[in-house]
Every structure is written in C-alpha cells, then in structure tokens.
C-alpha cells in the first residue's frame, strides 16, 4: 500500500478509538453523570491541533491532485473537501462549549450532547467515505511519481497523542488509552 495511504488509514484507526472514548464520556454527561470534561477539552483540542492541521490537509492534497485528473469521482472528493471545512467548525464549536461547562457557564445539556454525537457521527461517516471510495480512486488514478511528490509536500508532523511513549502535551488522553489497553 501507498505509504501516505497508509498513514492516513492509521489516523483514520486512532480516531475511531478517541472516537469511541469520547462518546463514552458523552454518555456519562447524558446519563446525567459529570465526566471528565478536562479530558473531553483535550480530545477537542487533539481533533483541532492534529486532524485540522496535519490530517485533512494531507488528504486535500491528495483530493486536490486526483480533481485535476480526468475521470470520475469528483463529486465525493469535492464532498470530502467541504466536509473537512464543515468538521472543523463542528470540532471548535464543541469545544467551545465543552469550555463553558468548565467555566461555569449555563449551557442546555442536551444541546452539547448533540454537538458532541452530531460530531461523533459525521467523522465516522466521513472518515468511511474516504476508506470506500476517495482513497481507491486516488490509488487507481495517481502515479508512483504523484504518490511521492504528495508524500514529500504533505505535513508530516509525529502524532502527538500516538506517536510517542508519554506525550508531555495530551498527557490525559495518553493515559486514558493505556488503561484501556492495560486494564
């Protein structure tokens, strides 16, 4: 498999689990109870410094390049381009008001429960789009010489949750996985 392929279905892998981790904390704040929402800010802040900055901007190259070949497909990754746009307004304005619990202020439950699942389930969907159908195209359509050039301009920044042993930055989402591998 293409390397930057690669590296983006491990991103893809790594979210679905702070994926799983996040809606677990939203169900604790649906039933009522108080998680930790120190943890939920940093989930938040990982989606914001990580798959806004490093992630969506690799596959928008990827996208861009593909949208300049002839051929099908250029609906879904224009789709795809959009929806990087929609899910980081999504990922700000949760957290946003993820920081107001934490300040104090007087927010409905249920309308940040919903910005949470809304968030939730529009990057599963996405991230299963970009598996099924967006990176299959690219793989047929882009050359090995594309492939690199790609590869050498996209960000490549070391995942600062996974990809070292104990993070300084992300220190509670680090933890939270290891006791979820641990225990």
């Not at 983006?8 to 108080?34: I, K, M, S, T, V």
Request: with cysteine.
């Amino acid at each position: 498999m293409n390397d930057l392929v690669e590296r983006l279905g491990q991103d893809h892998r790594r979210l679905a689990q702070l994926l799983n981790l996040l809606e677990g904390l939203l169900d604790e704040f649906r039933d009522g109870l108080e998680p930790d929402y120190e943890l939920m800010c940093e989930l938040m802040e990982y989606l914001i410094d990580y798959e806004d900055q490093v992630h969506h901007p690799s596959e928008d190259l990827i996208f861009e390049r593909v949208l300049a070949e002839v051929g099908p497909g250029h609906a879904v990754l224009n789709q795809l381009m959009q929806q990087h746009q929609s899910l980081m307004q999504l990922n700000r304005r949760f957290k946003e008001s993820l920081e107001g619990i934490v300040h104090e202020e007087v927010l409905r439950r249920d309308e940040v429960e919903r910005q949470g699942r809304t968030l939730i389930a529009q990057l599963r969907e996405h991230m299963q789009l970009e598996e099924e159908r967006a990176f299959p195209l690219a793989l047929t359509c882009l050359s090995e010489a594309v492939w690199s050039e790609l590869l050498a301009v996209a960000p490549n920044v070391e995942d600062p949750v996974f990809g070292q042993k104990d993070p300084e930055r992300f220190r509670m989402i680090f933890k939270q996985l290891k006791l979820g591998r641990d225990g």
